[in-house]
């Protein structure tokens, strides 16, 4: 399936997430790495991809954002689906210092 991300990008993608926030669950790990690969970030489109019930997601969403670590862009009333990007602090985890010009 083309929608779903590479298996070992994720992998570490939420090893990473997962090491700069401990106090995540898996689900709210997987959701902030599926951002940082670059995935939208749509709970609905998260919840078929992965398999997880729409509710869990959601809740995870919500923790995140209790958090601060997204922010909710849209919500349809309706279906509940959400949309949601990383904050504006930065990046959830450091990325790698850049290349000193001196």
Same mark, same amino acid.
């Given at each position: 399936?083309?929608? =779903? ?7 570490? %993608?939420?090893? /990473?997430?997962? *090491?700069?926030?401990?106090?995540? +669950?898996?689900?709210?790990?997987? !959701?902030?790495?599926?951002?940082? !690969? ?7 489109? @998260? *919840?078929? +991809?992965?398999?997880?019930?729409? *509710? @869990?997601?959601? /809740? ?10 997204? +922010? ?5 009333? /309706? =279906?509940? /689906?959400?949309? @949601? ?10 990325? %790698? ?6």
């Amino acid at each position: 399936m083309s929608d =779903t991300p590479d298996e070992a990008a994720f992998v570490a %993608a939420l090893d /990473r997430m997962s *090491a700069a926030h401990p106090g995540l +669950t898996s689900l709210e790990a997987g !959701l902030l790495a599926a951002l940082d !690969l670059g995935l939208p970030g749509d709970s609905r489109a @998260f *919840a078929r +991809t992965f398999g997880v019930e729409h *509710a @869990f997601v959601l /809740r995870a969403v919500a923790g995140l954002e209790e958090a601060g670590l997204v +922010t909710v862009t849209a919500r349809d009333g /309706r =279906t509940q /689906r959400t949309r @949601f990007t990383t904050t504006d602090s930065g990046p959830s985890v450091p990325s %790698a210092p850049p290349s000193s010009q001196a």
